[in-house]
Structures are given as structure tokens and as C-alpha cells.
């Protein structure tokens, strides 16, 4: 049976969508308006020197028409698989753009990103269909992959049950527990996680990853991208609603879209479709949630959505539930979280740390236990700008590396100079002291603040060598003004760390504690998510901040920083 469809016509609706977008003839986020500028001014471009891709218009419509002629839904009262518009754009483009000469296809990745409820499922689950036995691939490999194993399964399910449902797919796969299987072209359909005891001798041909939000790592990623070599045009999908994960892959790959997208940089391999709402004042504005939710008025009743925020907005847990899943907004889990996603996003500016050198700045450390995280930092004030730099760098031991239990990317954070790894079972505190003596070699470092749990003979040495040093009570009343006074610099933007990707990790495990006068003090989210060296910035914003709002004497005249003057 021959499963490829003839030309369809010209309008084709994958550039009807992208036009209507674009018109504003259909509402959606402003990346989505992009993504479709983007297709339209590629379609311009289209096999010119220096731009190899061209549209394929019937390499873009079969998969369509097969998987609405031959994949009904499992769930619902449904007949048929009717694709929406947005669906018709995804699956054309990712599909449609070829290679000119080789006929390859364009893009090797894929980030649909899109609210709950909108049939990701079932148009992944035919998708994967066609792919297994219309796709001319021998011996495809199809993986559908989560985080865990039940959740792998839910792909996997729907398109078992998708050929239950279809007398041409049931003659011609095998539905087995654990595989579907394409006998004639040795192709098969597998559920993979990574909680699988098996990962390796895979050849991905297809890779979805469902709900990556959930990932903590790269381990199951790698070893997908690293199993398509021998294909001709493999392709790995990721689809997902956002999270509460702020330093997983999905916030990495999220933000490398919006750059693409903008132009910021090219990257012609990937497709993306990010659907969200655009900003908080449209949390309360129901005409503008199609944004984040392209199948509102099929999937998804309006005035059912309507009726669960306004219950839901009043308990702060299931607030932020609505606003992660349903407006497609990264949140924190928690209301007493102490910075969230579009904060943290302020804070990416770099500067050469060579301008640095010889300037004052604040020190500090947590050693915490010595068979976990130790981390210490240097804090500069930057008074002509009212921001400041933070120079962080932590220690783990070995053993706590492989181990391995936490999916916490030790390596990756080595590599890129933000934490040592010790040779030791434990981190020895002279590790910490020679770090100090090191970067005094570069810096003016007039104290150095501590926590005196753990702290007894580090302390002794620094002051031995010359260091001015000074405890740090762990206590409400004199963490509250710094924790505050460095979250107001946050949401200022004016926090410099160079894009360090650990010290943000740290920060968004702290969760906030409040005593009954409002006074704050940090604590982790769990046991897992780890907050040493946010404790060490914290240690040393207690004297930096000072330092940013001390007025300064001209004559008789006393003249206070901005930053003062809007504290008075």
C-alpha cells in the first residue's frame, strides 16, 4: 500500500497559519509570531546561496493526512483525528523543510512548548505511527521517553491504542507489551525513561521526550543524541508544558529558542513553537489564553477555565499550578520562593572579571558538612552603578560525585571553573583557605564573613595570614535585611555573575522562611536541592549592602545613594 498522499494544493495550511498569525487574524504569543515570521521569511529564501532548504509541500502533507486518516484519539467521543491549524504548522514544518539536493530534512530537534490539555498526546502518538511505517526509514527506531516509566507509557499507550482503533494499522503492526512493531520495514515503537535499566545500543530514528520539564539532567538526552549517527535525518522531539525546574534543560533550551527566535543567533537545525501567555496582566484577561492554549473552544472550554482560576487564584499553591501548566509559565513550588524565572532572566548581564582586579570586595564561606557542598564567594560593590559582582566557586567530594544519586551535574559545573571536585571522601577546609589566598593575589579583600558552625579552624587560619574576619549570626533579625535588600538588587537586574549556571541553581533551591514579624531566612526546598553558595553571598551581602547605601560627606552636606534615599 502506498502510504504517500499526492501534491496537495498550493495554500497549504501550514503557511495559511503562519500568515493569519502573523495578520493577527489568529491570536498567539509574541515567540509564536515569530516562529511563523521566521517560516514565511524562510519560505523567501527558500534554496538561495547561503540557505540549502526548500519546502517540500508533499513530504509536509503526508504525515498529516496519514495521521488523520489512519490515528483515531483513544480518549474522548472522537471519530476521527482532525489536526487544528497550529498542529498543521508543527507537524509541516518539521517534516516539510528539506535539504535541496539530498532531500534530508531540515530540522533535527524540536521544542514544542504549550499548555496542558491541548492534544499533545494524541498528535504525537500519530506522529510516532507515522514514522514506524510511513516514513521510508528500515529499520526505524521510534523511543517515547519521560522521566519516569509510567509517564513514557502514556505516549506509548495512545499509540498502541491508536492501531487497536484502525483496521490498516492493525493488519499491518504488531502490538506487543512492551513494543509496536512494523514487521515489513523491521521497525519498531519503544517506551524508554530515565529510570530504564537499559539505555544503551539504541539508533534513534524518532526521539520524543514528553513533558521534559520534569528532567534534572542530561543523562537521558545524551544518550539519545548520541545513538542517531548512523541516520540519514534523525530527529529528537521535545514537547512539554512549563515547570518548576529553573536550571533543567527544558529552562536551557526554552531560553536558546527565545535567542533563536530573536535573531540573537542561527541555529537552522531546530524548530520551535513556544506558546505562553506574554505577560502577567493577561493572567486576568481570559480573551488572550489561546496563546498559551491553540486548542481553546476543542480540547479546552474557556468558561470551564474561566470558573477553575477564579477558584483556584485564592490558594496560592493552586494558583501557581494554573499559572505553570495553563499559561505556560516557569514558576517556583512554592509562594515563599524566594526569586522566580522572569527575575532570575534580569540578571544575565557579563563583564570582563579582569576589570575587577585590585577593586575592595567582601568574602565569605559555608562549609557546611564536609562530605557534602562547600562554597565560598567574593562580593564586589560597584557603587557607580549600584551593582555588584559575585565571584562564587564551590567544592564536592569525589565520593559524593559517584555516587550519583541526585542527577545533579557535577561534571558539567567542573568543567565550566565553578566547582572543584576533591580527590578526598570529605572537602578539606585548606582547599577553601588556599582559594582565599589565591584570589587575594587579584583582589583587595577587606573581610571576610563566616558562619562559625564548622568554621573554627579556617577561621583561625584566615586571620593568621592576615585576614580580617567577622561571624555572621544565623538568626532572622540579621539575615531578613540582607536577603531582602539582595532580592530588590535581583529584581533591579543588577546582580553580575558572569551566567553562573551553579550559583543560579543554588538560588533557586532557596525557599523562604517567615517568622510573625516578616523577617526572612533561607532554607532548601529538600534535602536535594542545595543552597551553599547562596549561603555564602548571603554572608557576605550583610556587609556589602552597607557598603552600597553609606552616605558620603561633601563639606557640610550630607549626599545619600538612590538606593538610600528610597529607603528613607
Aim: charged share 30%; aromatic share 10%; proline share 4%.
Amino acid at each position: 500500500m502506498n502510504y504517500l498522499i499526492s501534491k496537495p494544493s498550493d495554500t497549504l495550511l501550514t503557511h495559511l497559519y503562519a500568515e493569519e498569525v502573523i495578520q493577527g487574524d489568529i491570536l498567539a504569543s509574541k515567540k509564536v509570531i515569530l516562529a511563523c515570521k521566521r517560516h514565511m521569511k524562510d519560505l523567501d529564501r527558500a534554496g538561495t546561496e547561503g540557505f540549502p532548504w526548500v519546502f517540500d509541500e508533499e513530504r509536509a502533507h503526508n504525515p498529516i493526512r496519514f495521521m488523520e486518516k489512519f490515528c483515531k484519539p483513544s480518549q474522548g467521543d472522537f471519530s476521527s483525528l482532525v489536526l487544528q491549524p497550529w498542529q498543521h504548522f508543527i507537524v509541516g514544518s518539521l517534516c516539510g523543510w528539506v535539504h535541496k539536493d539530498t532531500g534530508v530534512r531540515r530540522f533535527r530537534e524540536g521544542l514544542v512548548f504549550i499548555g496542558r490539555k491541548n492534544g499533545k498526546t494524541t498528535m504525537i502518538s500519530a506522529l510516532s505511527n507515522y514514522f514506524l511505517m510511513a516514513d521510508k526509514e528500515p529499520g526505524a527506531r521510534i523511543y517515547l521517553l519521560s522521566n519516569a516509566k509510567e509517564q513514557a507509557r502514556l505516549l506509548f499507550d495512545e499509540s498502541k491504542a491508536m492501531v487497536d482503533s484502525s483496521p490498516v494499522l492493525e493488519k499491518r503492526l504488531l502490538n506487543l507489551r512492551d513494543a509496536i512493531k512494523h514487521p515489513k520495514s523491521k521497525s519498531k515503537i519503544e517506551p524508554r525513561a530515565s529510570d530504564s535499566k537499559k539505555l544503551d545500543g539504541l539508533n534513534t530514528h524518532l526521539a520524543v521526550f514528553d513533558e521534559i520539564h520534569e528532567f534534572v539532567d542530561y543523562k537521558l538526552i545524551n544518550v539519545i543524541k548520541k545513538s542517531r549517527g548512523s541516520r540519514k535525518q534523525p530527529l529528537i522531539l521535545y514537547i512539554t508544558t512549563a515547570g518548576y525546574q529553573l536550571d533543567g534543560p527544558l529552562v536551557n533550551y526554552y531560553e536558546q529558542g527565545a535567542d533563536v527566535l530573536d535573531g540573537v543567533f542561527p541555529d537552522e537545525r531546530t524548530f520551535y513553537y513556544l506558546a505562553e501567555l506574554d505577560s502577567a496582566e493577561e493572567f486576568d484577561k481570559p480573551e488572550t489564553w489561546v496563546k498559551a492554549n491553540p486548542s481553546m473552544g476543542l480540547s479546552l472550554n474557556l468558561e470551564i477555565l474561566k470558573e477553575d482560576w477564579e477558584k483556584d487564584k485564592r490558594t496560592p499553591e493552586e494558583r501557581l499550578d494554573f499559572i505553570t501548566k495553563q499559561f505556560n509559565w516557569f514558576s517556583r513550588s512554592s509562594d515563599l520562593s524566594y526569586l522566580d524565572y522572569e527575575t532570575i532572566q534580569k540578571n544575565k548581564k557579563v563583564i570582563d572579571i579582569n576589570e575587577l582586579k585590585g577593586k575592595a570586595c567582601t568574602g565569605a564561606y559555608d562549609l557546611s558538612e564536609t562530605e557534602d557542598f562547600t562554597s565560598a564567594c567574593l562580593e564586589f560593590p560597584l557603587p557607580e552603578t549600584g551593582e555588584i559582582f559575585v565571584l562564587s566557586h564551590s567544592w564536592i567530594p569525589r565520593k559524593k560525585v559517584l555516587a550519583d544519586n541526585e542527577k545533579i551535574p557535577y561534571t558539567e559545573w567542573a568543567e565550566q571553573g565553578l566547582l572543584t571536585i576533591t580527590k578526598h571522601d570529605y572537602v578539606q577546609y585548606e582547599l577553601v583557605y588556599d582559594w582565599f589566598i589565591e584570589q587575594a593575589q587579584k583582589y583587595q579583600i577587606d573581610l571576610i564573613k563566616y558562619d562559625r558552625a564548622n568554621a573554627f579552624r579556617l577561621n583561625k587560619d584566615l586571620e593568621a595570614y592576615g585576614f580580617k574576619t567577622e561571624k555572621v549570626r544565623q538568626g532572622f533579625e540579621t539575615l531578613s535585611p540582607a536577603m531582602k535588600d539582595l532580592k530588590h538588587l535581583f529584581i533591579d537586574g543588577k546582580v553580575i555573575s558572569n551566567q553562573n549556571q551553579l550559583l543560579r541553581w543554588y538560588i533557586n533551591n532557596v525557599k523562604l522562611v517567615k517568622d510573625r514579624n516578616g523577617n526572612l531566612m533561607p532554607t532548601k526546598q529538600n534535602r536535594y536541592r542545595k543552597i551553599d553558595g547562596f549561603a555564602a553571598l548571603l554572608n557576605a551581602h550583610t556587609n556589602v549592602m552597607t557598603d552600597l547605601t553609606t552616605p558620603v560627606s561633601t563639606g557640610n552636606v550630607k549626599v545619600w545613594s538612590i538606593k538610600e534615599l528610597m529607603g528613607r
